[in-house]
């Protein structure tokens, strides 16, 4: 499935439809340390657990997700509202990876990242996991760790903002760990249960993460593009694929790209790449976030890949441009 991704740095898990034929449950594993936000990671269990409930297993048969707590030495872990989260000690009944491991955040990680054992584990197991999520502080254990060397895929994504706002940081958190718990049920088990496990952990926010075909089925061709379009806008700070731009319109693949090219004179990749380049801008000119942070919520990927669209577009680096925008707002 192609995969409208400006990020090179980072590996998309590229998915297939769900099977008819239940296999054996896919390993959830969420790490957990001190200080952790609660709303993230309880978020992520409540969206696996729940597509659990609403799948339809019968008795005797496993439902889709096993999900697990873990920490470095188990027991309980106390999160930053004080809440604490009984978890199991890493150890070699999870040395065979994961479906998807999550890592959190919270001030425990910062010495976690310095902590040997943790990484040499975590080393090991990133050669057996086929999705890694991140969020918050959990990226610096990651990057402890260093990547895998192997060439499995391999999603490292950030999820949650470094915003010093406690609320928005918390709201901001549960918004990214459910929209990426929707995006691995709806490659397991389908965009239908995923919607429904949005209707119910995220009521109002399924139609906009979790499109399905049937939606939009007497608009215009023109219509459904443009539909598709405000989709991928609202979508843009993460991985956009074509399949699910093409769904959100009801088109096949291949009509799509040519039907989009046609209505919007320019192809779908080049289009998100207008849009995160607006949004980049607008942050740039409007706030002080370094250059890292604003990549990663336009989702261009990193400082680095944004300077080079920026030079290869505009001729001039973020910084450049964010002080040729300050003058002439001055002026």
């Not at 989260?85 to 990680?109: K, N, P």
């Not at 849009?275 to 409007?286: D, G, H, M, S, W």
């Amino acid at each position: 499935m192609p995969h409208m991704h400006l990020d090179t740095a980072r590996i998309t898990w590229l998915h297939t439809p769900a099977l008819n034929v239940r296999s054996a449950a896919r390993r959830i594993g969420v790490l957990l340390f001190d200080g952790f936000w609660l709303l993230g990671p309880g978020t992520v269990v409540e969206m696996f657990q729940t597509a659990n409930e609403l799948s339809g297993s019968r008795a005797g048969e496993e439902p889709p997700y096993e999900v697990q707590f873990l920490s470095m030495d188990g027991g309980s872990v106390a999160s930053s509202s004080s809440a604490r989260i009984w978890t199991d000690r890493i150890d070699t009944r999870y040395g065979s990876g994961f479906d998807v491991l999550f890592i959190a955040g919270g001030y425990g990680a910062l010495e976690a990242a310095r902590d040997e054992r943790l990484l040499g584990w975590l080393r090991s197991v990133q050669t057996r996991t086929r999705a890694i999520e991140t969020i918050g502080e959990g990226r610096l254990v990651l990057e402890a760790a260093g990547p895998a060397e192997h060439d499995g895929p391999q999603v490292n994504r950030y999820l949650g903002s470094a915003t010093t706002d406690a609320a928005r940081n918390a709201a901001n958190d549960r918004n990214d760990c459910a929209r990426s718990a929707l995006m691995f049920i709806k490659r397991d088990l389908g965009a239908e249960l995923a919607r429904s496990v949005a209707d119910r952990v995220m009521p109002g926010m399924a139609a906009t993460w979790v499109p399905l075909p049937a939606e939009g089925g007497t608009l215009s061709v023109a219509e459904k593009i443009r539909a598709a379009a405000r989709w991928m806008e609202s979508n843009c700070d993460r991985p956009v694929s074509v399949a699910d731009a093409a769904q959100v319109a009801a088109m096949s693949e291949r009509n799509f790209l040519r039907r989009f090219k046609h209505e919007m004179q320019l192809t779908p990749s080049d289009y998100l790449l207008q849009v995160r380049l607006r949004i980049a801008c607008n942050f740039l000119t409007e706030t002080e976030l370094p250059v890292d942070k604003i990549a990663r919520r336009s989702g261009t990927g990193n400082g680095d890949r944004l300077a080079k669209i920026f030079r290869k577009r505009m001729a001039l680096s973020p910084t450049e441009y964010r002080a040729r925008s300050r003058v002439a707002t001055e002026a």
